[in-house]
């Protein structure tokens, strides 16, 4: 079954919004298929149905920066653009969507904030409903002088939703609540884990167990594993993902079979480190490092675990790695996606 590839860019070059190819999950190779403009869509999430997505528009000031929802026909492949709100808040970097498709939830990295959204009966998006502000800094004298929110992540059940601070070396834990939009996320107990000072964690996924977390340090460029369980992090693991200690760790993502995990790294020697986990106690071994085109942000795998999709967000590319279901390692199977400043990958399944 072919899949659609949705691809958000930055637009202050060649690109004007946001983009849909096919994709074959058997052998990796992709066609054009429609685009929607819309500014600097820099992160996507697709909804359960997968019938809407929604955006962030990643900008420096206020004004500007916005939470976009689109219509998807998943028969045509085309996108339409249903409204946009107000974030407030800057630089919007990252966007998920709770349970049943009723809550939006943007992490601004300028000024460090949360923005909650709900969704509207047809999919569109109602006025922010909740903001939650936050202070601190830590070590770093140039990255962390204040709070950067850079993701946020619900836990596997819905119930908890975790927010990574790479200004203050924390993960924020909030308890949400379905049921009472204006107090939709709480902070949780406790309120927040602590990481290494100076790692400035950046992104966070579950394995798909549910027993285990991982996330990758930006500043650091490590790689952080815990122990989860009932809505706790408790910290068992921390190693290097980028040894030429560039500061650009970007993304981490889990092999489908649970196997192995990958992280992006960025600004010296460009390029994915692939890790091998234990199945036992969910700690992680390096076993290779895959070279990339220039700044690989975001990447994604196929819902068949057969492919790695990589936007190289400077060299204007969106590698295709073959992947090894006994090794883990890749290979590049030479089938590029040439688009102008890539930055995030989503698949939705064709009916």
Known sequence: MELFLIIGTYTQGGSNGMYVYKFNPETGTSSYSSSVAINNPSYLVVNHQENHIYSVSENEDNENSTVNAFTFDKKEGKIVLQNSQQVFGAAPCYINIGKKDRYVVTANYIGGSISVFKTDMDGSLLPIIQQINFSGSSVHDVRQNQ?????????PDYNHLFATD?????????????????SFLSFGTPPYVEV???????????????????????????????????????????????KFKAEGSADIHIHPNGKFLYASNRLKKDGISIFKINENDGKITRIDYERTDIHPRNFIISPNGKFLLVANQDSNTIQTFSIDLETGLLSDNQEDIIIDMPVCLKFISIC
Do not use: M
Request: aromatic letters at 12%.
């Open 166 to 182: 790479l200004g203050s070396d924390r993960i924020y834990k909030f308890d949400v609540d379905y049921d009472h939009e204006g």
């Open 196 to 242: 290494t000072a100076g790692s400035g964690p950046r992104h966070l996924t579950f394995h798909p167990n549910q027993k285990y977390a991982y996330l990758i340090n930006e500043l650091g460029g490590t790689v952080t594993v815990f122990e989860y369980n009932n809505g706790n992090l408790v910290e068992i693991q921390t190693t290097i993902s980028d």
């Open 147 to 155: 709070s950067h929110l850079h993701c946020v992540v619900f836990s």
